[in-house]
């Protein structure tokens, strides 16, 4: 049974910094592409960045460049998003979601439950 389960959540001030984590289970990691998709407060999901089955290709929304960087453990079998210089437009429920195929643009069909950030003074 595919798992994903997301946790590293909180609460931090405007510039700080976060790691989550997605620990996955039923799967390897390292076959398929998994993205980051998060949902603000009253607002629709919007995709935040994405892997590829091999871990050498990245891509992220431009909002997020420079700031956001998706990477993963195929040990651990985790995926992970650290969060630099963070925006209290950040403010959201994250979530991994594992694609169907090796790039991230591959159709998401399994998600976890996601974690929650709130960026705040």
């Known amino acids: 049974e595919v798992q994903l389960v997301e946790s590293g959540g909180g609460l931090v001030q405007p510039g700080g910094s976060l790691r989550l984590s997605c620990a996955a289970s039923g799967f390897t990691l390292s076959n398929y592409g998994m993205n980051w998709v998060r949902q603000a ?28 960087t998706i990477s993963r453990d195929s040990a651990r079998n985790t995926l992970y ?17 594992k694609v169907r195929g090796i790039w991230w643009g591959d159709g998401m069909n399994y998600w976890g439950k996601g974690t929650l950030v709130t960026v705040s003074s």
């Open 41 to 68: 407060p009253g607002k629709g999901l919007e995709w935040v960045s994405g892997i590829n089955s091999g871990g050498d290709r990245l891509t992220s929304v431009d909002s997020v460049k420079g700031r956001l």
């Open 81 to 97: 998003l650290q969060m630099n210089s963070m925006k209290p437009e950040d403010t959201a429920v994250y979530y991994c979601a």
